[in-house]
C-alpha cells in the first residue's frame, strides 16, 4: 500500500473516534441527555428553567410503591372496615393511617389527641370512599373529644351527616370530598376551636331533610344549647373555612351560628343553584367574623347575610373583598339588622337586583 492511502486511513480513523468522544460527552450513564458537569440527577440542565415542583395530588392513584400522593408516609395502611375501626381506637401522637383504595361501610370514629409536631392523621386518595350506608345513618365521620387530627384526600359520602366534630380542636379537615349526604356535610360544633376547614369539595346535601343540608356548619343554633352545649353559647370559636367548594346544597353553603366568634371565611366558591331552604349562600349569626375573597352565584334572594338571633350577636363582622353574582332579587349583602357589621368597598355585586347592600359600604 503506498504511503498516501494509509495517511487518508489514518485520518478517516481520526474523526471517526472523534464522534465517539462527542457522543459519550454528550450523554449520560443511560443514553439520555447529561443534565450538566456535577448536576444531581433530575436537576436542569445548565442555562434551562428549573421545573416547577410538583403539588402533591390527593387525588392521584397510588405510586408503584403502595404510597399515596400527597399523604404523609404511613405508620399503617388499613384495607378493610375492620382494620380502619381498630385503629381509631385511641392511636397514638404521630400515627398516621392511610387508606388503601376501596369502599369501606360504616360509621367511624376517631378519638385521643395528638400533638402539634405529631398530629394523628387519616388520609387517603379519593378512591377511598367511607360509606355511611344510607342518608339517615348518622355520621359518616365522627372526630369526637380529639385534639391535632388531620383528615384528607378521602370521600366521605352517604351518611346522615358527612364529617362531625365535637370538642375538637388545632385539627385540620383537608381537600376531603363530601357528598351524598342527608343532612349538612361538614359540622363543627360543642366547642370545636382553633380548626381548619381547607380545599374540601362538599356537595349533594339536604337528601333526607333539605331544611338540614348545609354545608359547612359552624356551632349551634340557640335552641339546641341544652341539648349540645350545656344551655350556654356554643363557642366554636377561631375557625378557619378557607378554599372550599360548594353547590348543590339545599341550605346555605356555610352557616355560621350564634355563639360562634372570631372565625375567617375566605377565599371559597358557592353555587346556589340548588338552594331550596334558604335564601343566601352564607348566613352569619356570630360576631367578629373576617368574611374574605368568597365569590358566590345563583341564589334565591341575597348574597350574603347577617342575622342577630340574640343580643350580642350577630354584630362585628366584615365583609372584604368577595364577590357576588346573585342571579336574583336581593341585595350582594344585606345586614339584618345592621348593628356594627362592616361591608368594605372592596366587595363586588352583580345581577343583585337590589344593589350591593342595604348599607354603604365603607372604604
Request: net charge negative; hydrophobic share 35%.
Amino acid at each position: 500500500m503506498t504511503k498516501r492511502p494509509l495517511a487518508l486511513l489514518a485520518v478517516l480513523l481520526t474523526l471517526a473516534l472523534g464522534a465517539v468522544v462527542l457522543a459519550m460527552a454528550a450523554t449520560g450513564p443511560s443514553g439520555g441527555r447529561d443534565s450538566g458537569a456535577g448536576a444531581p440527577p433530575g436537576a436542569p440542565a445548565s442555562g434551562s428553567a428549573p421545573t416547577p415542583s410538583a403539588v402533591p395530588d390527593a387525588t392521584a392513584p397510588p405510586s408503584a410503591s403502595g404510597a399515596v400522593p400527597g399523604c404523609p408516609e404511613a405508620t399503617v395502611t388499613v384495607a378493610t372496615d375492620g382494620e380502619l375501626h381498630n385503629v381509631l381506637e385511641e392511636p397514638e401522637p404521630g400515627t398516621v393511617i392511610v387508606l388503601a383504595d376501596g369502599v369501606y361501610e360504616g360509621n367511624f370514629t376517631g378519638t385521643g389527641d395528638g400533638t402539634a409536631d405529631r398530629p394523628i392523621t387519616v388520609c387517603g386518595s379519593a378512591r377511598a370512599i367511607l360509606d355511611g350506608g344510607g342518608i339517615e345513618e348518622g355520621y359518616v365521620f365522627h372526630l369526637d373529644q380529639a385534639a391535632h387530627w388531620v383528615l384528607q384526600g378521602f370521600t366521605v359520602r352517604n351518611g346522615q351527616k358527612g364529617v362531625m366534630a365535637d370538642e375538637v380542636t388545632h385539627s385540620v379537615i383537608r381537600g376531603l370530598t363530601v357528598t351524598d349526604t342527608g343532612d349538612e356535610a361538614v359540622h363543627l360544633r360543642k366547642f370545636s376551636t382553633d380548626n381548619r376547614v381547607l380545599g374540601n369539595t362538599i356537595s349533594d346535601t339536604g337528601q333526607r331533610k333539605p331544611k338540614f343540608g348545609e354545608g359547612i356548619y359552624i356551632g349551634t343554633a340557640e335552641s339546641n344549647w341544652c341539648d349540645i352545649s350545656n344551655c350556654k353559647p356554643d363557642r366554636s370559636d377561631r375557625n378557619e373555612i378557607v378554599g372550599n367548594t360548594i353547590s348543590a346544597t339545599t341550605a346555605e353553603s356555610v352557616d355560621i351560628k350564634e355563639g360562634t366568634s372570631n372565625g375567617v371565611l375566605r377565599d371559597n366558591r358557592f353555587d346556589g343553584a340548588g338552594l331550596k331552604e334558604a335564601d343566601s349562600w352564607v348566613d352569619v349569626k356570630g360576631k367578629g367574623w373576617t368574611i374574605a375573597g368568597n365569590a358566590g352565584t345563583n341564589s334565591p334572594k341575597d348574597g350574603y347575610q347577617t342575622h342577630e338571633i340574640l343580643d350580642g350577636w350577630g354584630t362585628g363582622n366584615v365583609f372584604r373583598g368577595n364577590t357576588a353574582h346573585v342571579n336574583g332579587p336581593g341585595y350582594g349583602y344585606a345586614l339584618t339588622p345592621v348593628l356594627e357589621n362592616v361591608v368594605e368597598c372592596s366587595n363586588r355585586a352583580t345581577a343583585a337586583k337590589s344593589g350591593l347592600s342595604n348599607e354603604p359600604c365603607a372604604s
